[in-house]
């Protein structure tokens, strides 16, 4: 019998998800191996000096950025669902949009808004007469990438928050009432419980985007993990010592995340009955209704309208110059790679997602799991693991290209774009799958078990009966994989062949050559490019949703 279940078990999809697993794992095992390795010189002096600053920086800037984003995130989803006034109906989605900058492009935005010729200063200067200390203004420190951070990762919670107190009866809401609570004494002693878990899960993906970035840290000059693992390789060409940061910063990301399991405890809150109604929004007139409106323009126009104004008028000012033949070739192959790569992982995500849907089993919590690992690593420790174990791949095959050919170099892999797309679909095929495993969920079971039962086999269900009904999901899974692969910067820095660039890094380049202007075209269609797909995606939610 368990021969019979063995054999009815092995087909293609299992297959194709046990190998794609083992692709995923691999290059993070090598981490490991390589940690077995005598440390160097290097190293030495990295822990005996620099290490505490890393960690204490590191630290810093994901404490604040958390608080911060918890207090702005979960109040703007309350006034928003608990409230009607002025504008809500456009804040509802708008207060998304910053996801769409990165934060890269928002640092530089914001110092050269600030500094002694941005539009701050002169304004002061031209129509007031008014001289400001430029240290007063400075936002190149750390307290300037907490306000960067805050400012553009905050939606990550509003958007968990939100959607889940959509969900949650009014009843909550009206027996605290009826018991003589006051609005806010519902909102801490019966909003924010119930919201516990939503809440650490926005916060938990917050502090993995900190722990990620590269480029805010690198342009401030804070020095954390992530500046370190660059320097450490480019630098000092040193991968041992890269990769023992790597391990450190891993070892961080897992003990925050089982901090969230553990703050997420085993509380949950359903309901009691199947009579649900949504939460019965209250108009604030008057001055209460102008504070929130106040409240919600003003956290929109920091971290969207502002920096997207400025970068609009800068482009106005440089894009002749800007705009030329090299321009739209790292353009075309920045759509290029995120379409290729997207499309890669959304196929791969949905053969996984398909295999674990109908092998409900201990294997397929292992897939699952394994899937979503990728994105909780930085990706400069995906990249050090990828060089790694791409390196070690040409090794081995070295034989095979000298039969090819007497005159291939030793390394052919590792010095091509195979290598950087490998990166992608390990950081964002969670991203993917979990887009696509909801559709699944939606969808069931009942319609491919009727499909086999009339003799279709496990591809032939997929194709003809699965994939009209789960198209939504998969697509919504490569819309988003594509918006985040068009921004992404640390993986593309370190893994990008000679000469290869993309709108992101472009961005980075001359931002960090102090061609702030210059930096504004490749920005803003990154922007526009983010809000069109982001926008979609939220009116295809919408449209699911009701």
Not at 97 to 119: E, H, K, R
Request: net charge positive; hydrophobic share 50%; charged share 15%.
């Amino acid at each position: 019998m368990k021969k019979r279940d063995i054999k009815h078990n092995i087909n293609i999809w299992s297959i194709l998800s046990f190998i794609f697993i083992c692709l995923i794992i691999l290059p993070n095992v090598n981490i490991l191996i390589n940690l077995l390795n005598k440390p160097n010189e290097n190293w030495t002096h990295i822990k005996t000096y620099l290490l505490k600053d890393y960690i204490i920086n590191s630290m810093i800037l994901v404490v604040f950025t958390g608080v911060f984003t918890t207090i702005i995130g979960i109040g703007l989803s309350w006034i928003i669902l608990a409230y009607n006034f002025p504008a809500r109906k456009f804040f509802k989605w708008a207060l998304i949009l910053p996801l769409a900058i990165p934060p890269y492009i928002a640092a530089y935005t914001y110092n050269g808004i600030l500094d002694y010729t941005g539009v701050v200063q002169t304004t002061l200067r031209n129509y007031f007469n008014i001289s400001v200390n430029q240290k007063y203004l400075d936002i190149m420190s750390i307290q300037g990438s907490i306000f960067i951070f805050t400012m553009f990762l905050f939606p990550y919670v509003y958007i968990i928050t939100k959607s889940f107190l959509e969900k949650q009866s009014a009843a909550l809401v009206e027996n605290a009432r009826l018991l003589g609570r006051n609005q806010l004494e519902i909102f801490i002693h019966v909003v924010l419980p119930i919201s516990r878990v939503p809440i650490i899960g926005g916060v938990s993906l917050v502090i993995l985007e900190v722990l990620n970035d590269y480029g805010v840290v690198k342009y401030f000059g804070i020095p954390t993990f992530s500046t370190a693992i660059f320097k450490t390789w480019f630098g000092m060409g040193d991968i041992d010592s890269a990769i023992r940061l790597s391990a450190i910063l891993l070892f961080i990301v897992f003990a925050i995340l089982m901090a969230e399991k553990i703050l997420r405890g085993r509380k949950k809150f359903s309901f009691t009955n199947t009579k649900f109604r949504p939460i019965q929004r209250q108009r604030l007139n008057g001055g209460k209704g102008a504070l929130a409106f106040m409240f919600c323009f003003t956290v929109f126009s920091l971290g969207f309208l502002i920096p997207t104004l400025q970068l609009a008028h800068w482009s106005v000012m440089t894009y002749e110059k800007i705009l030329d033949i090299q321009f739209w070739s790292f353009t075309f192959s920045s759509l290029s790679i995120a379409i290729i790569s997207a499309g890669l992982i959304t196929i791969i995500g949905t053969i996984i997602a398909n295999y674990c849907r109908l092998n409900d089993g201990f294997i397929s919590k292992i897939y699952t799991k394994t899937t979503t690992v990728g994105y909780s690593i930085p990706g400069a420790v995906i990249a050090i693991a990828v060089i790694v174990f791409f390196i070690a791949l040409d090794k081995k095959l070295f034989w095979i290209y000298r039969l090819l050919d007497e005159n291939s170099g030793k390394l052919i892999l590792s010095t091509s774009i195979v290598m950087l797309i490998f990166a992608y679909v390990i950081r964002f095929l969670a991203i993917g799958f979990n887009s696509i495993e909801a559709g699944f969920e939606k969808v069931g079971k009942k319609f491919s078990e009727a499909s086999r039962t009339l003799g279709m086999s496990m591809t032939e269900t997929f194709l003809k009966v699965d994939f009209k009904m789960v198209k939504p999901g998969i697509l919504s899974g490569f819309l988003l994989v594509f918006v985040d692969i068009l921004k992404e910067l640390p993986l593309t820095l370190i893994l990008r062949p000679f000469n290869f660039n993309t709108l992101a890094t472009k961005s980075f380049e001359y931002a960090n050559d102090e061609m702030i202007h210059e930096a504004s075209v490749s920005s803003l269609i990154i922007i526009i490019i983010s809000i069109i797909s982001i926008y979609i995606f939220y009116k295809a939610s919408e449209k699911e949703a009701n």
